[in-house]
Antibody, heavy 124, light 113 residues
Framework: QLQLQESGPGLVKPSETLSLTCTVS??????????WGWIRQPPGKGLEWIAN???????YYNPSLKSRVTISVDTSNNHFSLRLSSVTAADTAVYYC????????????????WGQGTLVTVSS | DIVLTQSPDSLAVSLGERATINCKSS????????????LGWYQQKPGQPPRLLIY???ARESGVPDRFSASGSGTDFTLAISSLQAEDVAVYYC?????????FGQGTKVEIK
């Protein structure tokens, strides 16, 4: 059974960089049939896709966040990571990592496996 | 960006009754070359991550009870729960994967009346 687990600091100061890692177990991050993504949810609000990445390093970014986001993949350790720079209180959210089903030559599709999420609070 | 607008924002339904949620897309998510609608539905219970219920607008994910069904094409989609159970209390989201950025509806909260 595929499992994803987010890890990282739960508190980040304004203007600093948020860094999260998603560890994949029960499956290989080098699978050709999926991308790996990050989605966030501010408290009491809806879902916002942030970025996703293929094991080869090919990535997509939400234009609304692109200037501040870096996504990377570590195939040796079966994990992928998110960095979000210059954070403000508006970046306070539960951050989820998820698997996104993919077929070669197409855009990735739906998110079929999710981590439990990790709350990141931006505060001094 | 494709904007998905769900209606209603919330609804209260009696146990055993039918619940219906709508999702309207700002542009068609039907890919004519394969006649597939690039839309999914998710269920999110309090304190849990979203769970994929439906993909390709009407295909039920493995393990999803058959009281959940979905339909629609182009810009208008519906998720129905035929006989609401207590464990169905959740927020439901639609999501399009027709184009980037991938976007979600604002969510519909389903409660017991």
């Amino acid at each position: 059974q595929l499992q994803l687990q987010e890890s990282g600091p739960g508190l980040v100061k304004p203007s600093e960089t948020l860094s999260l890692t998603c560890t994949v177990s029960g499956g290989s991050i080098t699978s050709s049939s999926c991308y790996w993504g990050w989605i966030r949810q501010p408290p009491g609000k809806g879902l916002e896709w942030i970025a996703n990445i293929y094991y080869s390093g090919s990535a997509y970014y939400n234009p609304s966040l692109k200037s501040r986001v870096t996504i990377s993949v570590d195939t040796s350790n079966n994990h992928f990571s998110l960095r979000l720079s210059s954070v403000t209180a508006a970046d306070t959210a539960v951050y989820y990592c998820a698997r996104q089903f993919y077929e070669r030559g197409q855009l990735p599709y739906y998110f079929d496996y999710w981590g439990q999420g990790t709350l990141v609070t931006v505060s001094s | 960006d494709i904007v998905l607008t769900q209606s209603p924002d919330s609804l209260a339904v009696s146990l055993g009754e039918r619940a219906t949620i709508n999702c309207k897309s700002s542009q068609s998510v039907l890919y004519t070359s394969n006649n597939k609608n690039y839309l999914g539905w998710y269920q999110q219970k309090p304190g849990q991550p979203p769970r994929l219920l439906i993909y390709w607008a009407s295909a039920r994910e493995s393990g999803v009870p058959d009281r959940f069904s979905a339909s629609g094409s182009g810009t208008d989609f519906t998720l129905a729960i035929s006989s609401l159970q207590a464990e169905d209390v959740a927020v439901y989201y639609c999501q399009q994967y027709y184009s980037t950025p991938w976007t979600f509806g604002q969510g519909t909260k389903v409660e017991i009346k």
